[in-house]
């Protein structure tokens, strides 16, 4: 039965933390987001998000989006300091053509970093790319 299970690949759709001034806090603060660098817009985005290692872990956050309409992105979640040192997993679902798709993005733990931040799809400033 799982042999005839058809899992189409994800492509041009990204998660990437990146580093954004708040100001109503008047603080850099890193922010999680999704990206839609494809030609086509996605449907019913369900993301739901974790972080851990070594025993730790945080609560499971859930995130719905209608529609990530082609070339556009959407904040996730804000990403705390103390979160940035586990694994920060976000298990994004979607649709696209009357077909579902599924991938893990992961952010190794101490990897969200300035230094590492590069220029990304889609949003201006520089981030980094979850693998």
Known sequence: MKK???????????VAAVKVYNTSFEVDEWNAYIINSGSHDIEMVLIVSKGRKDGK????????????????FAK??????DVLKLNNEFHVS?????????????????SVKQ???????VIPEAGILAK
Do not use: W, Y
């Open 115 to 121: 230094s590492k931040a590069r220029k990304i799809p």
């Open 76 to 81: 996730i979640e804000f990403l705390q300091e």
């Open 57 to 72: 872990e945080t609560s499971t956050m859930r995130h719905k989006i209608e529609i990530l309409p082609a070339g556009s």
């Open 4 to 14: 005839d299970l058809e899992i189409p690949e994800v492509k041009d759709i990204h």
């Open 94 to 110: 979607f649709f696209l053509n009357n077909k579902m798709f599924d991938k893990k993005f992961v952010f190794q733990a101490n």
